[in-house]
């Protein structure tokens, strides 16, 4: 048996239909309440977790391999594989604001995110300087309210900014949902878990 | 008074059975190392940072503890063996017979960030094998495994590999001739450490075979040099698979692709255990049972000793106690 940790959430969908995709997971449709669910037919064990929390399920090796988005992948830095990035579904990791203006060179802002170690690298290498607030939620309110000048934030299709007179100034990285696999969980069942990427990578360049 | 029972994170007290556990397998591991013809060094848990100034990287410097002395002086708590025996030996190798058989045990302290599984103060013992010596490599990863499969480790897999292998197909890929992929070729190593298949296919198709599989498609991919050197890794592995039938011996070139010795792949070296970034040779590392982080590793660090002024050949591995015990399973217990 081998776990898979599934994320809640907008990432579960990309995941499903890309596992589907590659011919895994069909008899599960991911919309029960069990926490965990196993699937005879793929010898697999699925956890469904918090994105948040996934990472460290796998690094610690209580899960195998996982589903979740990169975004939080580069905040919390585990020491992970990371064979597949998902081309489905990806969004964009970017510098929002009420208007077009990076802050000047030698400027001070106050910078709200939900990603404060990801912002401290990317702030580091620029020539302004940040204070940055850790938000759980509602970024977009942060500029909107002026709590911050600027927000670093996943922008999806930039609807809400749109509504909310708020600029995508500038893109950071792009985010995508990825396969992580844990270090010792590779070795052991690298076989079945190579085959499962080769047809992951497959059905996705098929789409 | 009402004591807290509390300690500082990433440290633990054994008490009672777990204490009489890690005691046992301490002491088979020993006697297993002194038979083996291996003499026990006893070394300090404080020293000065100064003598290995040359040798850390940031990542491993900022893993160390480190404090003034009421003199003045910077000191550490020992964060590692190899440098302090290494520091220690290099000024009197001179005077010493070779080959150098030693061992050592005791705690180590790194500053590692807070997470599951990863312990700031942990138990190690490990084994040093100095001195010209045309089998080093064999007798140590033989030790190694003996040492593993003696303590009932299950499912042990050891992972090969030797620094440098990847570095010719590095500096090969389109990003090695500026053409695409990632920023630069430390970052590009690092992709490849990961099994990042996109970053490996713009790279080139040498190394997706590598990410995909961990051999080159042909061992020329690899210039000739490290396909040779492949070459005697896996005449290695083949000699010593079947004297451990319950192991698995994998040689993986991308599990180490980070190991590189070409300047120009200058890596940030994270410091990691069993991705100490003196190997400059063989490089392994071992997993067993559920424990998702190696239980011991090791490899060729020559050139540890060639920056502290010694010329020697030198291989060692260190164990971590917890996990081995850890990795036995519950039915040992």
């Not at chain 1, 599960?28 to 669910?37: F, K, P, Q």
């Not at chain 1, 005879?40 to 929390?53: A, M, T, Y």
């Not at chain 2, 008074?1 to 500082?8: D, E, F, H, K, T």
């Not at chain 2, 180490?256 to 410091?271: E, K, M, N, Q, T």
Request: glycine fraction near 10%.
């Amino acid at each position: 048996m081998i776990r898979l940790a599934l994320p809640k959430g907008r990432n579960l969908e990309i995941a499903l239909a890309a596992f589907r995709a590659a011919g895994l997971l069909q008899g599960w449709d991911g919309a029960g309440r069990s926490l965990i669910s196993q699937l005879p037919d793929d010898g697999i064990e699925v956890l469904s977790l918090k994105d948040w929390d996934l990472p460290l399920y796998v690094e610690h090796g209580v899960a195998d391999f996982g589903i979740v988005g990169s975004d939080v992948l580069s905040e919390v830095d585990g020491d992970l594989l990371v064979p597949v990035r998902l081309k489905a579904g990806r969004s964009r990791l970017s510098f929002i604001g009420s208007s077009h203006q990076m802050p000047p060179p030698g400027g001070q802002v106050r910078l709200a995110t939900k990603y404060p170690a990801t912002a401290r690298r990317i702030v580091a290498g620029r020539p302004w300087g940040a204070e940055i607030v850790k938000l759980s939620g509602s970024i977009e309110l942060a500029p909107l309210l002026s709590l911050a000048e600027l927000a670093l934030d996943i922008v999806q299709t930039g609807r809400t900014l749109v509504e909310n007179n708020l600029v995508e100034i500038e893109t950071v990285a792009e985010v995508a949902a990825c396969l992580v696999v844990n270090r010792a969980s590779y070795q052991r069942h690298r076989a079945r878990l190579n085959e499962w990427i080769g047809r992951l990578e497959a059905a996705e360049v098929a789409v | 008074m009402r004591v807290s029972a509390a300690l500082p994170i990433g440290v633990a007290a054994l008490l009672f059975e777990s204490a009489r556990r890690r005691r046992e397998a301490e002491g088979r591991l020993a006697d297993l190392l002194q038979s083996a013809g291996y003499g026990e060094v006893i070394l300090p848990i404080l020293d000065y940072v100064e003598p290995y100034e040359a040798l850390l990287t940031a990542a491993s410097r900022s893993e160390l503890y480190r404090f003034i002395d009421r003199d003045g002086e910077q000191l550490a708590l020992r964060g590692d063996f190899t440098p302090m025996l290494a520091r220690l030996l290099a000024p009197r190798l001179a005077g010493l017979p070779l080959p150098l058989r030693l061992f050592y045990r005791g705690d180590v302290v790194r500053y590692e960030e807070e997470r599951a599984g990863r312990q700031r103060e942990f138990y190690q013992m490990g084994a040093e094998l100095l001195g010209p010596d045309p089998s080093a490599e064999r007798e140590v990863l033989r030790l190694f495994l003996e040492a593993l499969t003696q303590e009932g480790a299950r499912e042990v897999r050891v992972v090969l590999g030797f620094a440098g292998a990847l570095d010719g197909l590095l500096l090969g890929s389109r990003t090695g001739s500026g053409e695409s992929g990632p920023a630069d070729l430390a970052a590009l190593a690092a992709a490849v450490a990961r099994r990042e298949r996109d970053a490996a296919r713009r790279a080139s198709r040498g190394l997706l075979a590598v990410v995909e599989s961990g051999l080159p498609e042909k061992p020329e991919d690899l210039g000739p040099e490290a396909a040779g050197r492949l070459a005697e890794l896996l005449r290695l592995r083949d000699d010593l698979a079947p004297l451990f039938p319950s192991a698995q011996l994998n040689v993986d070139l991308a599990e180490f692709a980070r190991h590189s010795l070409d300047p120009r792949l200058a890596p940030g070296g994270d410091g990691r255990m069993g991705d100490r970034s003196y190997y400059d040779g063989i490089v392994f590392r071992a997993f067993a049972g559920a424990a998702a982080l190696p239980v011991g590793g090791g490899g060729r660090y020559d050139s540890l000793f060639r920056r502290l002024g010694a010329e020697v050949s030198a291989v060692g591995f260190s164990l971590s106690l917890e996990r081995l015990i850890e990795a036995r399973g519950e039915e040992q217990t």
